[in-house]
């Protein structure tokens, strides 16, 4: 009886243990759902609908104009499209390769600029991957993922508002971690984005890639702007600024130069920029001997 007792204890604490391991997952499954959360093995994702308002209302907006928005970004994408293959085909057609075998008896001049020209072809059109730590530097990891990020959102916020402009219903808004690439992603009602027309499906598909090119440009404006977008933080004409001193350079040294300093004269020759430095340096020889300390090694940025 003692035995059958012991057993019986042992049935009840494996059940009660069972129990309390099913009622914790599924207290976890739930926390999982409620929160949009999805985890798997190299993959994290979140999902919320905090932000459908806001898609609604940039969706909604000015409906027209929207319209003529997403019309012309996937008639320029279909052209860029139609334009990319149609080079495709002239490059791998049998009549251009016909004219380059038969032209590569000419001489060995122009045999060997067309087969430079054919790998040039050729190298464009290989994908490059980027391996982070292989090539590319680990110190621009942050801004590489970054640039992946905003990106994958602001292409996603093309799909969402194009999709809420042909009258799509949009379920929500997410972010997802694949490995360590970030991402974005929208969840759009598929039986919806189903029974519209092929032309409205394009104007949603093509929205994304539209973002971002508009994206690029916006990106390459601000590089081409940033000295006079920073202007007001920084001050001009007034000297150089030493941004660096090599190792092996004479001025280098306790009482000599060092990275930051900013140089407003050389003896008696005033430098407000990097060409007065170099006119105050070319001077002639005698008045060379006479520097307090010499500047080769030296490296300046005007200001």
Same mark, same amino acid.
């Given at each position: 009886?003692?035995?059958?007792?012991?057993?019986?204890?042992?049935?009840?604490?494996?059940?009660?243990?069972?129990?309390?391991?099913?009622?914790?997952?599924? +207290?976890?499954?739930?926390? =999982?759902?409620?929160?949009?959360?999805?985890?798997?093995?190299?993959?994290?994702?979140?999902?919320?609908?905090?932000?459908?308002?806001?898609?609604?209302?940039?969706?909604?907006?000015?409906?027209?104009? #929207?319209?003529?928005?997403?019309?012309?970004?996937?008639?320029?994408? !279909?052209?860029?499209?139609?334009?990319?293959? !149609?080079?495709?085909?002239?490059?791998?057609? %049998?009549?251009?390769?016909?004219? /380059?075998?038969?032209?590569?008896?000419?001489?060995?001049?122009?045999?060997?600029?067309?087969?430079?020209?054919?790998?040039?072809?050729?190298?464009?059109? *290989?994908?490059?991957? *980027?391996?982070?730590?292989?090539? /590319?530097?680990?110190?621009?990891?942050t801004y590489f993922f970054?640039?992946?990020?905003?990106?994958?959102?602001?292409? @996603?916020?093309?799909?969402?508002? &194009?999709?809420?402009? @042909?009258? *799509?219903?949009?379920?929500?808004?997410?972010?997802? /971690?694949?490995?360590?690439?970030? $991402?974005?992603?929208?969840? /759009?009602?598929?039986?919806?984005?189903?029974?519209?027309?092929?032309?409205?499906?394009?104007?949603?598909?093509? &929205?994304?890639?539209?973002?971002?090119?508009?994206? &690029?440009? #916006?990106?390459? =404006? &601000?590089? =081409?702007?940033?000295?006079?977008?920073?202007? %007001?933080?920084?001050?001009?004409?007034?000297?150089?600024?030493?941004? @660096?001193?090599?190792?092996?350079?004479? +001025?280098?040294?306790?009482?000599? =130069?060092?990275? $930051?300093?900013?140089?407003?004269?050389?003896?008696?020759?005033?430098?407000?920029?990097?060409q007065d430095w170099n006119?105050?340096?070319?001077?002639?020889?005698?008045? #060379?001997?006479?520097? +307090?300390?010499?500047?080769?090694?030296?490296?300046i940025s005007s200001l």
């Open positions: 009886q003692t035995h059958f007792s012991s057993i019986v204890h042992m049935v009840s604490g494996v059940n009660k243990h069972y129990l309390s391991s099913v009622y914790f997952k599924h +207290s976890y499954e739930d926390w =999982l759902e409620n929160n949009g959360l999805n985890i798997s093995p190299f993959h994290i994702r979140w999902q919320t609908a905090v932000f459908n308002r806001a898609f609604y209302s940039w969706g909604r907006r000015k409906a027209r104009m #929207l319209y003529q928005w997403f019309n012309f970004g996937m008639f320029f994408l !279909l052209g860029k499209t139609l334009m990319q293959t !149609l080079a495709q085909m002239m490059a791998d057609s %049998p009549t251009s390769s016909s004219s /380059l075998s038969s032209s590569s008896f000419s001489s060995p001049s122009s045999s060997s600029s067309l087969s430079s020209s054919s790998s040039s072809v050729h190298n464009e059109q *290989v994908l490059q991957v *980027v391996v982070p730590g292989i090539n /590319l530097p680990v110190n621009q990891l970054a640039a992946v990020l905003i990106s994958g959102v602001v292409y @996603e916020i093309g799909h969402g508002k &194009a999709a809420i402009r @042909e009258q *799509v219903r949009f379920n929500g808004f997410g972010i997802f /971690l694949f490995i360590i690439y970030p $991402g974005a992603f929208v969840d /759009l009602f598929t039986t919806h984005l189903q029974l519209i027309s092929p032309v409205q499906q394009l104007r949603i598909f093509c &929205a994304g890639i539209w973002h971002n090119f508009i994206l &690029a440009l #916006l990106g390459i =404006l &601000a590089l =081409l702007l940033l000295p006079v977008i920073l202007l %007001p933080f920084y001050y001009t004409g007034v000297g150089v600024l030493i941004t @660096e001193v090599s190792e092996d350079s004479p +001025s280098i040294g306790p009482i000599g =130069l060092f990275a $930051g300093d900013l140089v407003t004269h050389l003896q008696d020759c005033p430098v407000m920029n990097v006119e105050c340096y070319c001077i002639s020889g005698s008045t #060379l001997q006479q520097l +307090s300390f010499p500047v080769r090694g030296v490296y």
